[in-house]
């Protein structure tokens, strides 16, 4: 379970998403935490699943920039970070209709 600090600034979308609607960093979830501003995507990965590694960072599969639902997050190395990003910004743009051709 999520804490009530964290779930408290959330929205529970109908198709399953957990959107955070508190601050942002670089785009993406961030909360203050101990004096620190730190990302909520591994807030929740920590509390569910334990620490992160240091070479790892959490993501969204899902798309969702700010979704925290913690199903949709999965934990992946800097390196592969960049590919799966491309990936899902491409998805992204394909599912928009994309304006290939232009
Ligand atoms: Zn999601």
């Not at 960049?82 to 998805?91: E, I, K, M, N, T």
């Amino acid at each position: 379970m999520l804490t009530p600090r964290l779930t408290k600034r959330t929205v529970r979308t109908p198709d399953g998403h957990l959107l955070w609607t508190g601050g942002l960093a670089n785009g993406y979830p961030a909360a203050k935490h101990e004096g620190k501003t730190v990302y909520v995507k591994r807030l929740v990965w920590e509390e569910i699943n334990g620490p992160v590694p240091e070479d790892a960072v959490v993501i969204s599969t899902c798309g969702q920039r700010t979704c925290i639902e913690p199903f949709h997050l999965a934990l992946t190395t800097s390196g592969r970070y960049a590919s799966v990003r491309d990936a899902l910004g491409r998805y992204a743009a394909e599912a928009q209709g994309g304006e290939e051709g232009r």
